[in-house]
């Protein structure tokens, strides 16, 4: 947090090239939020710099408590989301009250080429699907599953409460289990 405090301090005091350390510390993680929320490149990349041209006005109000990475994400993810509420682009599905708990079952490892090629197409379908998932949803899918972030840090960057999050998750792993079962003809 000490790190976090006197960066956010440099920034502040226009010491040279603090803001470039800024940007170069967390460009990789608010593209990534971006582009989850987004999908587009072009305006991925006009709202990243959108992002720390907010990060840059609005560092005042950081308080040193909390990881800076958190209020960096913060502040991409209310970007993205702000960017697809002025295009009308729903967030997330509607919940679906008869849903059932289900996880996808990760084929076992191996040397055997049959298993190799059936997990290869299982991953190809899976990033498809993921895909296909509203932006919400995808987003805290991939920051929860692929970028670990606990759902705690997940609430915080979205302003969601957790409950909410894992809501989300449910619905998400659940809807991308009926995808793979009905495009691979079996239960996943």
């Known amino acids: 947090m000490s790190d976090d405090r006197a960066l956010a301090e440099a920034v502040l005091a226009n010491a040279p090239g603090a803001f470039e350390r800024l940007v170069a510390a967390y460009q990789g993680l608010v593209w990534h939020v971006i582009q989850r929320m987004v999908r587009h490149p072009e305006d991925t990349r006009e709202l990243c710099q959108e992002a720390f041209l907010r990060v840059h006005q609005c560092l005042h109000q950081y308080r040193a408590e909390a990881p800076l990475k958190g209020w960096v994400a913060q502040v991409a993810y209310s970007v993205a989301k702000r960017h697809l509420e002025k295009k009308r682009i729903p967030l997330a599905e509607a919940a679906d009250g008869e849903a059932h708990a289900a996880l996808l ?47 705690a840090e997940i609430a915080a960057i979205t302003g969601l409460a957790e409950g909410t999050i894992k809501s989300h998750l449910f619905r998400s792993r659940l809807r991308l289990k009926q995808a793979l079962e009905a495009r691979m003809g079996v239960a996943a």
Not at 109 to 125: F, M, P, V, Y
Not at 127 to 139: F, G, K, M, S, Y
Request: aromatic content about 2%; overall charge negative.
């Open 105 to 151: 079952e990760h084929v076992g490892d191996g040397a055997d080429l049959e298993r190799d090629h059936a997990e290869a197409e299982l991953d190809r379908l899976l990033h498809a699907e993921v895909e296909r998932l509203p932006p919400l949803q995808r987003t805290i899918l991939t920051l929860y599953h692929l970028d670990e972030v606990p759902i």
